[in-house]
């Protein structure tokens, strides 16, 4: 299982790479506006579990987002009557995601080529 923390002394195999974690909220954002626990469970369902998002790699990455303009949020009261701060993905943002992807891609690709050389 993978799991992205903020620690430093945490195992690298069980890290994600540098900006990773923003293009993964920034997808999940493109479903909708959600809470938090609903990013970090849509990213951990989807990926079969194996990524795990601690809150405080989370939330950090939230701010940075909001900072950049590519999220806002908002509080809100949930139907439990507890209040949660609710983000969604702004259009700077649509057009942030589009470019990450689009590098994402890039790199992969250029990693399996290196990885498919004898």
């Known amino acids: 299982m993978y799991r992205y923390m903020a620690r430093r002394d ?5 890290a994600l790479l540098p900006g990773i974690l923003d293009m993964l909220v920034l997808r999940t954002l493109t479903l909708g506006p959600l ?3 609903g990013i970090a469970r849509h990213i951990e369902q989807t990926s079969g579990d194996r990524l795990r ?3 405080g790699s989370l939330y950090p990455a939230l ?3 909001q900072i950049q303009g590519w ?3 908002k509080w809100e009261t949930s139907s439990t009557s507890r209040r949660a ?3 969604q993905l702004t259009r700077a943002g649509r057009r942030q995601l589009e470019q990450e992807a689009s ?3 890039q ?3 250029a990693v399996a080529a290196v990885m498919q050389t004898g």
């Open 85 to 87: 701060r609710v983000y």
């Open 10 to 14: 945490h195992d690298t195999r069980n």
């Open 53 to 55: 998002i601690e809150e």
């Open 103 to 105: 590098a994402y891609d």
């Open 63 to 65: 701010q940075r987002l």
């Open 35 to 37: 809470h938090g626990y």
């Open 107 to 109: 790199m992969v690709a």
């Open 71 to 73: 999220v806002t949020s």
